[in-house]
């Protein structure tokens, strides 16, 4: 009963066997690969969005923000030492730099990004040109409990808006939320001081 002709029988045993070649890979979804790319913060964000995003970093829910020791106006918060955020002539740094607004600046920075503690170790060493004098400013270091950005509460606001840049093109990649939490923030706080005034 050899009836199935021979070519036919070739043809099913390449069809069953395991020997043919693999299926080729799938086409690269050429579409999706193709969205546009997110745009740096620094280049994306006005003046004014990061205000706005400083005003969230200040305002974040939980303990250790800043409006939980400062105040949600920037005084009479939970800690009677915190400062009074509408008054900067008060503040050690002013009083520590003579009042150099862009000296100023550039310490709270540090102190924002990395709290009070690591101030007091390591500002006046890795700036010895920053002009900063203790002697000046009614103390010998600062209170450590000034925590500025690094407590978990403030962290936990800093990536929540980084989700929400995201979704509008703008990337905020995770090294800079210290440096984005302290600029904004900072920003924030200069608009309460001279609201107050
Ligand atoms: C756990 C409490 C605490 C938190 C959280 C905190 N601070 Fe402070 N902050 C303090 C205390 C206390 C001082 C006073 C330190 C001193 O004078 O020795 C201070 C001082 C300051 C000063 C004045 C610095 C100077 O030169 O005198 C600024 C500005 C400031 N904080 C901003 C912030 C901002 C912005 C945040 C949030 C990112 C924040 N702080 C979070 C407790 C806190």
């Known amino acids: 009963m050899n009836t199935i002709p021979s070519i036919i029988l070739a043809t099913l045993t390449m069809a069953c066997g395991g020997e043919s070649t693999p299926p080729a890979a799938p086409a690269a979804p050429a579409a999706k690969a193709e969205a546009t790319p997110l745009k740096p913060w620094r280049d994306a964000l006005t003046e004014s969005d990061i205000l706005k995003y400083g005003e ?22 939970r ?36 709290g009070g503690k690591k101030f007091n170790q390591d500002y006046v060493k890795a700036n010895p040109d920053a002009g900063w004098d203790w002697a000046k400013s009614d103390a ?9 950005v690094t407590q978990s509460s403030t962290m936990a606001a800093l990536k929540k808006i980084r989700k929400d840049l995201k979704k509008t093109g703008i990337e905020l990649p995770k090294a800079d939320l210290t440096a984005f939490g302290a600029q904004s923030v900072l920003s924030y706080v200069r608009s309460i001081e001279s609201a107050a005034k």
């Open 56 to 77: 969230r970093v200040f305002m974040a829910k939980g303990s250790n923000t800043c409006n939980d020791c400062h105040g949600k106006d920037g005084t009479k918060g």
């Open 79 to 114: 800690l009677e030492q915190a400062a009074n955020l509408t008054m900067p002539a008060t503040w050690r740094s002013s009083k520590a730099l003579g009042g150099d607004r862009a000296k100023v600046d550039h310490a709270l920075s540090f102190l924002v990004s990395n």
């Open 140 to 148: 010998k270091a600062y209170d450590i409990q000034m925590f500025g």
